[in-house]
């Protein structure tokens, strides 16, 4: 599986150089002062995408039925994209916690505020990818498409949402840790879901 | 134990089914599986790769199920499925995180044999440098069987001879095998001990080269005397004005003069006999 991760790691930094300089630029945007939650919650959301933009990539690229005849395990390829998934989300949440706490610092506010904030980012970038994947290792990337726009659509409407009722105040806190909790419950089973699927599939 | 085993192997699809194949490909060897395109040559390929779920049968590669060998075979599909964005260099390392007998010192020894450029991307290779680098892969780990579906493909003719070559020096040790499937019969000739010819998803013929070279022959004859010859003795014909060019079997005719038959010929001849 090493291997794997090391082929989807040089992939993202080839195809998706473009998305690292987004989430570094509404990063810095969140951070000089702008307290959009917007801003805030698109680099989470966007680089949840990643493992199902690599997927693509994979099966475009004729990977997968080649990837069968190596020794690796479908379980194991699926778990890479999933654990991908983890790498990626836990970097970019990474840059905004520390971008976000610099901001408390500097400009003030909650540190309340600041842990419901990061648990919905969290959320949101493992709810957008755990839903997506299933599909996509079921019916292929093509029809998971539709799933995919489906997705990023309900999570700029989530964000919105959460916005218009008052973004994070230290009120949100409980519902935040239930929502992300639940995020990643879906994550699990969604992993288990998307191997069931891929070992059915012919290739 | 032989390399490969093949039993009533049957896969059925709308529109084509694969028929009960047996085939036996014994160690040491190199089979050659001939068909035309949609024979069925790469889902017998799948099937014994488990890509897809046979129907029926049964398929033992190396003594075993596939899904314990896969350390010690090495495949290159039609389609190479190298990431586009990744050069030489990081397949090889890739590749050493996913076999655990990768040889990192044969993969540079084939890579600079095959002449590929270490740094470039492969989605910026040629047809042929991809392939080539699809088989410095498959022969750097160390397997002892080779599963090539269309691996020549895209090569020119003075590559084709060099790979088909390395792969007719990876069997002298008696432990490599090779299985490969083509529609370009002569790159097959040079180099198979067995062949298996395909046609709609039914094996026509599956036996050792130089036996079946030596089993059948080309008569040319008249219309007449082709019908006088004992039944079973034509395996094909082909009639003109001039009169006919039979494939029969020779130890059926033994007192006619018959020449002797290319593999090509002889699976043309099946084919056109199975379609009639």
Sequence with gaps: MKGLIRKDMIMLWKYAKAILIIVAVFTLVSFTG????????????????????????????RFCPWCDSLPVTRKQYVSAKYLVGLIIGGGTVGVILISQILRVIVSGGHW????????????????????????????????????YYVVIGGSFAATSITAQNGGFSGSAEGGMTVFFFAAAVIYLLSWLLSVKFYQKREM | ???????????????????????????GCIMGLIG?????????IKLILGMIRKDGGSVSVLGQDIASVKEEIGVVLDQVGISGCLNVKQVGRIMGDIYRNWDQAEYERLT??????????????????KMKLGIAVAMS???????????????????????????????????????????IVSDLEKICDYIAFLHGGKLLLCEEKDAMKEKYGILLCTAEELAGLPAGAVMGKKESAYGVEAMVKREAVPDRELLPVELEQLFIYMVKEAER
């Design chain 1, 34 to 61: 702008n307290n959009d939650i917007f801003f805030v919650s698109y680099p989470g959301i966007i680089t949840g995408m990643l493992p199902m933009t690599l997927l693509t990539y994979d099966e475009m690229e």
């Design chain 1, 112 to 147: 309340s505020d600041l842990w419901s904030l990061i648990l919905f980012v969290c959320g949101m970038n493992i709810l957008a990818p755990a839903v997506m994947l299933p599909f996509a290792f079921r019916f292929g990337t093509q029809k998971g498409r539709l799933v």
């Design chain 2, 1 to 27: 134990m032989n390399a490969l085993e093949l039993k009533g192997l049957t896969k059925k699809y709308k529109g084509f089914a694969l028929d009960g194949v047996d085939l036996v490909l014994p160690k």
């Design chain 2, 36 to 44: 035309e395109n949609g024979a069925g040559k790469t889902t017998i």
């Design chain 2, 112 to 129: 600079k044999k095959l002449r590929l450029p270490e740094n470039k991307n492969f989605k910026e290779f040629s047809q042929g440098m």
């Design chain 2, 141 to 183: 780990h160390r397997a002892k069987l080779l599963i090539l579906d269309e691996a020549t493909n895209g090569l020119d003719p003075v590559v084709r001879d060099e790979v088909v070559q390395m792969f007719s020096e990876f069997t002298r040790d008696e432990e490599h095998s090779v299985l490969i499937s083509s529609h």
